[in-house]
């Protein structure tokens, strides 16, 4: 398993011909588990209209030594590597589900290279764990053409929840969406293993917990909670009603949000 660069995008204004943006941060957005990095639709737009934004994407190839990578911690060596190509020194990580314990690995692991992190209806442990099974066993169940047909008819409904934002639905009918493929499944069977709560207090950057009230597929307010206990100058946003996407939500203020976090101070406490 790898971790790629997608896009880097921005206004170029360096000697260098490397992109900068008026406030200076670079904005690292880590996919959840559909791998694609699609999933930002318009929102992608706001935050390249006021940041360096450089979107990640997942591949995996069928080999043994891609399957020995198949780790946290690999990933988040992957995005180093990415930082160091861009000249990037360090970076707001926006990761979302899957990619939340990618965000939290790489600031673990390499907190110098990391200034915040934004943890969107993600997990650092698990914790529906027959959940998980289930997904595991029905997941090679699901056919390419069972997912097409489904994908656009009850993916909206399932990963929205109430609030509308009629553009992002439409943008997210018209992309071709991740599949229940093998590289699925092996990202599926990485968070078996996961376990990041005994680590989370080492954090020392500023954290930011965004957790929607409706989301089917992480319990993200207990996860949300979980690790908020474990980072003491965390903060809390709680988008009531909101499904398991809320990253692409045009009413939520994110350049907003993601611009605060960057300039806060975890030892300015202001936990929800």
């Not at 489904?150 to 991740?178: C, M, N, V």
Request: net charge neutral; aromatic share 8%; proline share 7%.
């Amino acid at each position: 398993m790898k971790a790629l660069l997608r896009s880097d995008r921005g206004p170029v204004s360096d000697p260098d011909s490397r992109p900068s943006h008026r406030d200076g941060t670079a904005v690292v957005y880590v996919p959840g588990i559909d791998g694609t990095g699609n999933l930002l639709l318009g929102t992608q737009e706001r935050l390249e209209g006021r940041f360096r934004l450089v979107c990640l994407r997942y591949e995996a190839e069928d080999s043994p030594d891609d399957r020995a990578r198949d780790s946290y911690e690999a990933l988040a060596g992957d995005i180093m590597r990415i930082l160091d190509e861009r000249g990037i020194d360090d970076a707001v990580l926006v990761a979302e589900s899957f990619g939340g314990a990618v965000a939290l690995t790489c600031a673990l692991d390499h907190p110098s290279r990391v200034c915040a992190v934004a943890i969107v209806n993600s997990f650092a442990w698990y914790p529906k764990r027959a959940s998980l099974a289930l997904g595991r066993v029905f997941a090679p169940l699901v056919t390419r053409s069972m997912f097409d047909w489904f994908r656009p008819r009850f993916a909206p409904w399932s990963l929205f929840g109430q609030p509308r934002d009629d553009e992002a639905l439409r943008r997210f009918r018209a992309i071709e969406g991740g599949f229940f493929d093998r590289a699925y499944r092996r990202r599926l069977a990485m968070i078996r293993g996961l376990d990041l709560r005994p680590r989370l207090r080492e954090l020392r950057m500023p954290v930011a917990l965004f957790a929607a009230t409706r989301d089917r597929v992480v319990p993200s307010m207990q996860c949300a909670r979980t690790m908020q206990e474990h980072i003491p100058h965390a903060t809390l946003e709680v988008v009531e009603g909101g499904g398991h996407l809320i990253l692409p939500l045009s009413p939520l203020p994110w350049p907003e949000w993601i611009a605060a976090l960057a300039q806060s101070h975890p030892e300015d406490d202001t936990r929800a």
